[in-house]
Each structure stands twice: as C-alpha cells, then as structure tokens.
C-alpha cells in the first residue's frame, strides 16, 4: 500500500476532505464493518411468531436456514411490541438452539437423589394416573349440606404462553373434572 492511499485510507483524513464532516458514518466505516453481512440475509425464510416468554406476546420474525433457527428478531408489523424485544426475547433463540436444552422427559421419584430418563408415553400415563387418583380421593359431593361435586386436590396455574384456545379447552377439561382452581397468566 502506497503512502498516499494510507494516508486516504485513514478516517480522520477521510472525515476532513470527504461527505462525513462529523465522523459518523462512512468516514469512520472500515473495510471489515463494510463487508460485514448480516445473518438474516442468508435465511431461506421468515416464520412470524410470538415470543413464548411472558404474557406482553411481542410479534417476533424467525429466521430460518437449511431447517435451523439462525435468529430471532422483533416483528415491526405487530401491534403490541412494533418491532421491539426485550433481552430475553431476543435471546429467545437460545430456546430452540442452546445445546444444553432439554429435549427428554426427566423423572425424580420420591427420595431419589437423582433425575431418570423416561420415555414420554410413560410420563404421559403417570400423569394420567395421578389425576385419577387424586381425583377419586379428593372428590366432594357436598359441603355443610350443600352440594359441591368437586375437587379441591386438583388446580391449574397456566403460562404466559397459552393462547386463547389453549386456554378454553384448559377450562373446559379442568371444568369437567371438576377442579375449581383454575388460573392463567394469558394476555394473548
Ligand atoms: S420480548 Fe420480552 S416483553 Fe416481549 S413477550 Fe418476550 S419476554 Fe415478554
């Protein structure tokens, strides 16, 4: 490289003679910041969706490439957040892609010291098996001689994620088995 062309390439002589007086664009813009490319650009396509942390529900563009989440953006075109995510929306991608997710069902048995791996059609029928059993056990059919049919050993505390559907067919189960106790945190 030649003395001259350093001396063009440097950002003060290039903020001084060129069109950023102030220094804050391309007078001060090096070759590597020029080159760089931002990853949505490479994405195959842009899924919207809803950022499953809280009950806010920001829009969120998901960005996608050889079938793999490669970032996760807030969505401009939502009424709610326009654009914006907060820090753990934006790192929601972790969600999908952190190496040290979850991605089997873990069982502790009473006074173990330690979690088991177990198949999910096996959790599933634990599951069911103690809702009827907590069930049967809990059940009242009246209350100082008033009639009650329900259960007081069963109750739900829903997420923020649940949508509105979720939600109704939540109750609707719940209602049917006759827990009363029924709560969400759903604002979407
Ligand atoms: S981006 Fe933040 S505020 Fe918005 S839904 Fe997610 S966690 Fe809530």
């Known amino acids: 490289m030649g003395v001259r062309q350093w001396i063009e390439g440097w950002p003060v002589y290039r903020q001084l003679t060129g069109q950023d007086p102030l220094g804050r ?11 760089l490319r931002a990853r949505t650009e490479q994405a195959d396509k842009v899924v919207k969706s809803i950022c499953p942390y809280c009950a806010v529900g920001c829009g969120q563009k998901v960005y996608v490439k050889d079938g793999r989440v490669t970032q996760i953006e807030g969505d401009p075109d939502s ?6 995510l907060c820090p753990k929306g934006s790192a929601s991608k972790q969600l ?6 979850v991605t089997t069902v873990l069982y502790r048995r009473p006074y173990g010291t330690d979690w088991e791996r177990i198949p999910l059609d096996k959790a599933m029928e634990m599951v069911a098996d103690r809702v009827l059993s ?12 008033r009639p009650t049919r329900r259960t007081m050993g069963i109750a739900s505390l ?28 759903a604002r979407i």
Do not use: C, F
């Open 96 to 101: 999908v892609t952190s190496p040290s997710r």
């Open 79 to 84: 009424p709610i957040s326009r654009g914006r």
């Open 25 to 35: 664009g391309a007078a001060v813009t090096s070759d590597h910041t020029r080159h």
């Open 134 to 145: 907590t069930r049967r056990d809990t059940w009242q059919d009246e209350e100082d001689g």
């Open 158 to 185: 829903g997420g923020a994620t649940l949508d509105n559907e979720e939600n109704y067919l939540m109750k609707k189960l719940y209602t049917a088995m006759g827990a009363v106790q029924i709560e969400n945190q």
